[in-house]
């Protein structure tokens, strides 16, 4: 039983982490504007620095696999 509860809030756990970390990699791209406060050219750099993150993350992900 103790096992269970161990992996439902490892689940839980690492969903939060993963929503925070999506969280401050929007908060930094955007460098702490809203979007509408934004020019079309700050708009259009926030988004290269998330896709740049993202492939980063997808990059981590791969070489713990290939590990």
């Known amino acids: 039983m103790d096992r269970i509860i161990q992996m439902i809030l490892n689940k839980l756990l690492g969903r939060l982490v993963n929503t925070a970390v999506n969280k401050?990699?929007?908060?930094?791209?955007?460098r702490?504007?809203?979007?509408?406060?934004?020019?079309?050219e700050?708009?259009?750099?926030?988004?290269?620095?998330?896709?740049m993150a993202n492939r980063a993350r997808q990059a981590a992900k791969?070489?713990?696999?290939i590990r």
């Open 42 to 51: 700050e708009l259009q750099q926030a988004r290269a620095g998330k896709d």
């Open 62 to 65: 791969l070489t713990r696999r």
């Open 24 to 30: 401050g990699v929007d908060y930094a791209a955007r």
């Open 32 to 40: 702490g504007k809203s979007p509408q406060d934004m020019s079309p």
